[in-house]
């Protein structure tokens, strides 16, 4: 319809123009394309109006948006965190708000105009910014608010809250040797395994602050794992040793610490534990040379001699030991022929 109101435009225009009698010349051709040109560009709106006002009527409505101040949250422990949610919704003024919280399972924070779970008592809602009251290392993690708006033809809309709770520093556990012998390698310990972030540490001699980088220093410090390493201790390291653990949340905390002494090595005491080391190995070794050559069994082939009335006998306590062992056999003794007692030597009274 429009294509045929713009042709009778364009006719009745063109029948409008002046006839020139004759020939036309040169001006009067350019005459005519330049008005041509005029009508094209008076046709183009009214041809294209239609396509812009169905693209208008065909384009999708705007989402529900839903936004946060802050996508990450430190805060320290036992202080109040804020969870900031703001929303805006095409047509529905009262959608509905939740929270979950993210983990091995999703958790509801807020749920149906009411706190859920550990939650309930501890935490305030306004508009769809949630406060959590006092919290601890449980209630860290990651948290997500839920826009649902069921009159908007897109209804649900979201945002991610990540809460890091902080803690301070506690009281390090320090490992001090109390002595230590001039050469020997040594290593101090410290450690805080509650503080978050993680502390780290630095130690004091004489509450002197030791600077590893310092020229010719005969020690070594970690500062995260909080060893402090003397390659060769020498007796100028006697003292009192400290460990600073400081994480940047609340306050650095010291541990009690220890005094270290450094002696030097005893040479009498090493020339001892040495001569005793290798009186133990001699009399090992020839025990068991002993013991091998059978010095230590039971029987060793001794032999003694018994007396008898006509003369002595040598036995052998292995023939002995032999007769013992035949328990199967029925020994019968030879008869003995009867003898008269006869006097072999003489004496007088």
């Not at 709106?45 to 812009?52: A, D």
């Not at 610490?257 to 190995?281: F, Q």
Request: proline share 7%.
């Amino acid at each position: 319809m429009c294509g045929e109101n713009g042709a009778s435009r364009k006719t009745g225009i063109i029948q409008e123009l002046p006839r020139e009698s004759g020939r036309p010349g040169p001006r009067g051709s350019a005459r005519k394309t330049r008005l041509r040109r005029e009508l094209w560009i008076m046709e183009t709106p009214s041809l294209y109006l239609p396509v812009v006002i169905l693209l208008m009527q065909c384009s999708p409505s705007a989402p529900v948006t839903v936004l946060t101040l802050r996508s990450k949250v430190e805060v320290q422990e036992f202080s109040d965190a804020v969870l900031s949610c703001t929303f805006r919704t095409e047509k529905d003024q009262n959608p509905r708000i939740e929270w979950k919280k993210k983990g091995t399972d999703v958790s509801f924070v807020y749920y149906d105009g009411h706190f859920r779970g550990p939650f309930e008592g501890r935490a305030a809602i306004e508009g769809a910014t949630v406060t959590l009251r006092k919290v601890t290392q449980k209630d860290a993690g990651e948290y997500r608010c839920e826009i649902s708006a069921p009159l908007d033809l897109v209804t649900l809309g979201e945002t991610n809250v990540t809460l890091k709770v902080l803690v301070p520093p506690q009281t390090p556990s320090c490992e001090i040797p109390s002595s230590a012998v001039t050469g020997s390698v040594v290593q101090l310990r410290c450690r805080d395994r509650q503080s978050i972030p993680p502390a780290t540490y630095s130690w004091f001699k004489d509450s002197i602050p030791l600077n590893p980088r310092q020229p010719n220093a005969t020690f070594i410090v970690n500062a995260y794992t909080g060893v402090l390493e003397f390659k060769a201790v020498a007796k100028e390291d006697t003292g009192r040793y400290r460990c600073l653990a400081s994480n940047g949340v609340g306050k650095p905390k010291m541990c009690e610490g220890n005094s270290m002494t450094i002696e030097d090595v005893n040479v009498a005491v090493v020339v001892t534990v040495v001569v005793v080391c290798l009186l133990v190995v001699i009399c090992g070794c020839g025990g068991f040379l002993l013991h091998r050559n059978g010095f230590f069994s039971r029987h060793r082939g001794r032999s003694f001699w018994i007396s008898e009335c006509h003369g002595a006998a040598h036995i052998s306590s292995q023939n002995l030991h032999r007769t013992e062992d035949m328990s199967n056999v029925n020994y019968i003794p030879p008869p003995q022929e009867h003898q008269d007692f006869k006097h072999t030597q003489s004496f007088m009274l």
